[in-house]
């Protein structure tokens, strides 16, 4: 029966360490990416321009409804028979970030859809553009909306990296897979990664529930009736 040894942790901390750092780089890339296309589809998918519209409905529908492996798969073996090659970590960090852009999306939508309509035309008539108003006035309050709906999805991101490994991406996984090969220790060397996940999506957890608590506070002040002028005086104040 296997024990855990977290030794295997310190003869092979170049491993670890390599695949750690280049998780939290793909996972940075990939946010950061997935954060601007997702807010272009959304709006793609809002937009009264009809072939703008179609676009981004068809190519979020298609995207969300097909796994993550074929996604990275299409751009490291697929794209090589159209004479593009890309490397695992290139291919693995594009299909993160277009997966991961069609959910987040579908949140920032789903935000501007709660926006009164009023906003926009209140901007549209002070004399902004229809991207100046989306981008000024309604973006800001959709985003702020569905913060922690995208906070989840980015943890998601973190997790979904992982895929990396199955196309030589040089991410945690891959190196975990490379030492226990050599040691044999499925148990320590796996409990060993998911660890280094926890550093990674805790974090993020407690910040996601923290924005939610925030937010749904500050909702809550917002909601709440003004008092009345006269009341609550202070005692012996005379009201004329």
Same mark, same amino acid.
């Given at each position: ?15 670890f360490?390599?695949?750690f ?14 954060? %601007? ?6 709006? !793609?998918r ?8 179609? !676009?981004g409905?068809?190519?979020?529908? !298609? ?11 299409? !751009? ?24 991961t ?9 789903a935000?501007?859809?709660? %926006? ?6 209140a ?29 989840n999805q980015?943890?998601?991101? %973190? ?19 490379? %030492? ?28 996601v ?6 937010f ?25």
């Open positions: 029966m296997g024990t855990l040894d977290f030794s295997v942790l310190f003869r092979h901390s170049d491993r360490i390599e695949g750092l280049n998780t939290i780089q793909v996972s940075v890339m990939a946010l950061i990416g997935s954060f %601007v296309l997702g807010a272009i589809l959304a709006i !793609f809002i937009s009264p321009v009809k072939p703008l519209n179609w !676009f409905t068809a190519f979020v529908e !298609f995207i969300r409804n097909i796994p993550l492996l074929l996604v990275v798969f299409f !751009f490291y073996l697929g794209l090589p028979s159209l004479g593009i090659s890309l490397d695992g970590f290139v291919a693995g960090t594009l299909g993160l970030t277009i997966y852009a069609v959910f987040i999306a579908e949140a920032i939508r935000g501007i859809q709660t %926006v009164p309509r009023g906003q926009m035309e901007a549209r008539s002070s004399g902004l553009s229809y991207i100046q108003a989306m981008n000024l006035v309604i973006l800001p309050q959709a985003i702020k909306i569905v913060l922690p709906s995208i906070g980015f943890i998601n991101l %973190v997790k979904n990296s992982s895929i990396l490994a199955v196309v030589a991406g040089m991410d945690l996984m891959y190196f975990a897979d490379i %030492v226990n090969s050599d040691t044999f220790q499925p148990l320590s060397v796996y409990t060993i990664v998911a660890l280094f996940y926890l550093t990674l999506t805790l974090p993020l957890s407690f910040l529930h923290y924005m939610e608590r925030r749904g506070q500050s909702d809550a002040e917002a909601r709440k009736p003004k008092g009345k002028p006269g009341k609550n005086k202070p005692a012996g104040q005379v009201t004329m």
